[in-house]
């Protein structure tokens, strides 16, 4: 029996975005080498996080990882493969292709079907036309529909290029999902940057440089050359999950899921962050672990240090330890900087995740 339990176990990773990438790492960490396989359908690991610097004229390829690279520096595999997560699901880890003694979806949220003939985050992540696009667009014409952090970093990043720019948020402010006090310091730079805010503006549809937006009863036509669809994410499919983040109400054991698609029971924190899916990425390999040794774990109950949205190159918005510490300016894009910079060590295998 102790034998058995001390046996290195084998772990499939389905996803490579934060939380894939942390228990991948983390797994290395902790002593279990090889036991890992991360199957992908990109050959890269993308900083999402990051991925509006695009807009200020940086290549791709400075916010991308080989994930070649990755698993020679962590000691995982690492499969190019798309694997449909229903499948997954109804037919247990024999779909993967391998017996494994446990698996971990770490697929994140997916953003809503794009309409036609605009520009949404997986075009831009798979496109270099796209990219490239971005990267020298001046003196246009530009709509970004999605007024949560995604929307705003980029709109305030086009504005910096003598780009007219118009931002459409179909609820009451911006970052919705935040405290107001971080939206009226979004709003009102925003207003400074010349960036034309459109509040409880719906998005209908783009067609031939033609925009139509729904404002209360009214419908508005307006000429684009660009418009950039990112109105948030959703969870497809949610998992709800225990203190350790096993899936709970499924056939499977030892199924886990970490990222934007895992709700963990307890205080842990939650939301749809990069920094909640490295530590829930970080909490299931030690999970992973305890179970393989017999052991206990303490419940997740990682509490938020802080979140920032940059306003362009020269500024940011956003709090430490709680939403009313709210603060801007240069010293909030120093903070957002210190968290972009300790992800990329941590790639490097640098453990500064405490």
């Known amino acids: ?9 084998r772990v499939a990773i389905v996803g490579g975005g934060y939380g894939g990438v942390a228990v991948a790492i983390e797994l290395n960490r902790l002593g279990l080498k090889h036991a890992a396989t991360l199957f992908d359908a990109r050959p890269v690991h993308q900083k999402l996080t990051q991925w509006h610097k695009l807009a200020r004229g940086r290549m791709a390829e400075r916010y ?3 994930f070649t690279d990755l698993s020679r520096r962590f000691h995982f595999d690492f499969k190019r493969e ?19 003694d446990f698996v971990v979806i770490a697929q994140g949220s997916q953003s809503p079907s794009p309409p036609n003939g605009v520009i949404d985050l997986d075009s831009l992540r798979d496109k270099i036309a796209v990219q490239n696009a971005f990267r020298i667009v001046r003196h246009k014409n530009i709509f970004v529909v999605g007024g949560g952090p995604t929307g705003v970093q980029f709109a305030f990043e086009f504005a910096e290029r003598q780009n007219r720019v118009t931002l459409i948020e179909a609820r009451d402010r ?4 935040f405290d107001n006090a971080l939206s009226e310091i979004a709003l009102r730079e925003a207003a400074s940057s010349q960036i034309d805010v459109r509040l409880g503006s719906e998005f209908l549809a783009f067609q031939e440089g033609v925009l139509r937006l729904r404002e209360g009863a009214i419908v508005r036509e307006e000429r684009a050359d660009m418009v950039l669809f990112v109105p948030g994410v959703r969870s497809t499919p949610s998992f709800v999950c225990d203190v350790h983040g096993r899936i709970e109400g499924i056939a499977h054991k ?7 698609n895992s709700y963990f029971s307890g205080p842990g924190l939650n939301s749809k962050s990069g920094q909640a899916a490295v530590r ?15 052991k206990e774990i303490p419940p997740y109950t990682y509490a938020e240090i802080g979140y920032f949205v940059s306003l ?21 894009l120093a903070m957002k900087e210190v968290v972009e910079q300790q992800y990329n060590l941590f790639l490097r295998g640098f453990n500064v995740y405490l």
């Open 82 to 100: 798309h694997i449909d997560i229903e499948t997954l699901l109804k037919s247990g880890a024999e779909s993967l292709g391998s017996p494994f």
């Open 1 to 9: 029996m102790n034998e058995k339990k001390s046996a290195a176990p």
């Open 312 to 332: 362009g190159s020269k500024e940011a918005v956003g709090y430490l330890l709680s939403q009313k510490t709210t603060f801007s300016g240069r010293a909030a």
């Open 174 to 177: 911006l970052l919705p999902s």
């Open 254 to 260: 030892n199924f886990y899921a970490v990222g934007d």
């Open 280 to 294: 829930k990425g970080q909490h299931v390999a030690r999970a992973i672990r305890a179970a393989v040794e017999g």
């Open 64 to 66: 991308e990882v080989p």
